[in-house]
């Protein structure tokens, strides 16, 4: 059996296919338990949180294994295979340990360093046990990774390289200001109770603000959360629950506001949030136009399927009529269809591109001698710039001329939305004097965000604790190989005691225990040297063939030894528990 993970997460999809594939605690429960009752498919875990959703497995074949979670995964998040395949990445064996151990260090968060996730894969692995799907391998993996993320905090500066989400997005909603200076005085609204919203509360309350609102489904989640606010001691915030009914009415009240919740549908509305601000300002909410003619562009190119041009080196260049060497100046991410590539390009060539371009193959024709005349040059270029329209735009190396910007009147509510799918409708960052940040702009936030020194040392840990893993497992594999070998030669033992007792009946006690003890040590002599290199040579990488190469050597019972580890893994099992 091998490790195996398939999963997408804000690296590999935008936010929009993210939200429409996220999965609710149900949903998340039912994946699991059809992971396992699938055939390749004997342990499985699920780790889902705002920005990633993983389906951990332990297979018996890999291809099959990886349509298997792919189909999985699409029919439990509502997504087409077809679309949702482009977003998925497969990690496999010592790469899929490597991955859940750089995720849990922090290393694959939208902000480094952010230290949510390792609750979040204690969550994962809690719901598994619970459901008696994860086994030895998902047990020792998300055991493993929860102690690799806690030496990566306590031993290296990654609480330095980036912070929680809620930090980073009251970050971005104070515009680069002091966040304690910025919230100093307001009044928020929380909405939702879960490990998410506490966090955001507890920051909140932390940062000064003077009073937080806290609204949820069961009203009891919100007052509990009020209560631990109320009587924090680091804090003299006020704060009380209310239910989730009153939560326009709070939010006309309130300054700022954080929602993260669990509903499939939008929690506010922009028509919603409009009203809100109408009622804080008494003037009618107005949309901002320049933020709307910006989305309306996006959304056409979006439309229109506009596709970047593939970057030099790329195996789009294949077959291309130009030497890519003499092109290596390029500029990074430009294409060698695009302007900087054909520049200074004689017209036989010139001509030789487009057609390449076009189809991807070069045009076969002879190099004429001499310059063609300006009315074969005007035809080749006419004829390249309709290529460059089929085929996307030619990058243009000069600069676009600036654009003035109307400037956004001051927000008067602020909104962060750290919901998967979405709370707060996107159509609200079109309205002015609101600022909202949620998970897409989150995203583009983080991707200029600093890397500090301290992620290499966690590189470093991560690498070390994956070839540390990688050997304990392997060596674990050939142990219930040499237990069996050694429980046969126990047998051999007292075969060869029982037949000497009946040869000599009148053999003493003393003797009879001596001749006992004598044989079992020449046995165990034998085997020691075999059994420890055996686990050495095991541990290393390629060494899974060895525990065959055992049980053929010595004719060793396979069902006996897969009762011994059906027996260490019950055994295991009992004492298993969260980290």
């Known amino acids: 059996m091998s490790l195996l993970v398939v999963g997408l997460s804000h690296r590999s999809a935008p936010v929009s296919v993210l939200e429409r594939a996220s999965l609710n605690a149900d949903a998340q429960l039912k994946l699991v338990q059809d992971t396992v009752a699938a055939e390749p498919a004997a342990e499985a875990a699920v780790l889902a949180t705002c920005n990633r959703i993983e389906l951990y497995a332990d ?24 679309e949702l395949t ?22 694959d968060s939208m902000v480094v360093g952010e230290g949510q996730i390792l609750g979040q894969i204690k969550d994962s692995l809690a719901r598994a046990q619970d459901l008696h799907t994860a086994g030895r391998l998902l047990n020792d993996l998300f055991q493993q990774a929860l102690r690799v993320g806690k030496r990566a905090h306590s031993e290296t500066g990654i609480d330095r390289a980036g912070q929680s989400l809620v930090t980073f997005g009251l970050e971005q909603l104070s515009a680069g200001a002091d966040v304690e200076q910025w919230a100093r005085g307001k009044k928020a609204l929380v909405i939702g109770a879960g490990s998410m919203s506490s966090l955001a509360a507890a920051t909140l309350a932390r940062a000064g603000v003077a009073e937080i609102v806290v609204a949820n489904r069961t009203f009891e989640r919100a007052e509990r959360l009020a209560r631990i606010l109320s009587e924090g001691d680091d804090t003299d915030v006020l704060a009380r629950a209310v239910p989730m009914d009153a939560v326009q009415g709070e939010l006309t009240r309130a300054d700022v506001a954080v929602s993260c919740t669990g509903a499939t549908g939008l929690v506010l509305t922009a028509d919603s949030v409009a009203a809100t601000v109408e009622g804080r300002t008494g003037a009618p909410a107005v949309e901002d136009t320049a933020v709307r003619e910006t989305a309306a562009r996006e959304t056409a190119v979006r439309e229109a399927g506009e596709t970047p041009l593939p970057g030099a080196g790329s195996a789009a260049d294949e077959n291309c009529p ?9 500029p990074s991410g430009f294409s060698v269809m695009g302007e900087a590539a ?22 076969d024709r002879p190099r004429e001698t001499g310059r063609p005349g300006p009315e074969a040059d005007a035809e080749l270029i006419g004829a390249l710039a309709a290529t460059a329209t089929r085929v996307g735009r030619i990058p243009e190396r000069r600069r676009p001329e600036p654009v003035a910007e109307v400037p956004r009147p001051q927000p008067v509510l602020f909104l962060l939305d750290l919901a998967m799918p979405r709370d707060v409708d996107a159509a609200v960052h079109r309205l ?3 600022r909202l940040v949620d998970i897409e702009s989150l995203a583009d936030a983080s991707a200029d965000a600093p890397m500090a ?39 051999v033992v007292a075969g060869e005691i029982a037949r000497l007792e009946g040869r000599l009946p009148g053999l003493d006690d003393k003797h009879r225990a001596e001749i006992t003890q004598t044989v079992k040590r020449v046995v165990d002599k034998l085997l020691h040297a075999p059994t420890v290199r055996v686990k050495q040579l095991a541990a290393e990488p390629g060494g899974a063939g060895y525990a065959d190469a055992l049980r053929t050597l010595f004719d060793l019972d396979q069902e006996t030894v897969a009762s011994v580890s059906r027996a260490g893994n019950s055994t295991t099992e009992k004492n298993r528990g969260p980290a």
């Open 322 to 330: 130009l030497d890519l060497s003499s092109v290596s100046s390029v």
């Open 86 to 107: 482009p977003y998925l990445y497969v990690h496999y064996e010592d790469r899929a340990v490597h991955h859940l151990f750089s995720v849990a260090c922090g290393l």
């Open 342 to 363: 054909v520049a200074g390009m004689d017209a036989a060539t010139l001509e030789q591109h487009g057609a390449w371009a076009a189809g991807g193959t070069a045009v």
């Open 453 to 491: 020194a301290d992620v290499d040392m966690v590189r470093r840990i991560v690498a070390d604790e994956v070839a540390a893993f990688g050997a304990a497992q392997r060596a674990a594999h050939i142990t219930p190989t040499v237990v069996a070998l050694r429980s046969m030669a126990a047998d």
């Open 59 to 82: 297979v018996d074949k890999f291809h099959a294994g990886v349509a298997e979670l792919s189909t999985l995964l699409a029919q439990h998040s509502g997504v087409g295979l077809e």
């Open 432 to 434: 002015a004097g609101v």
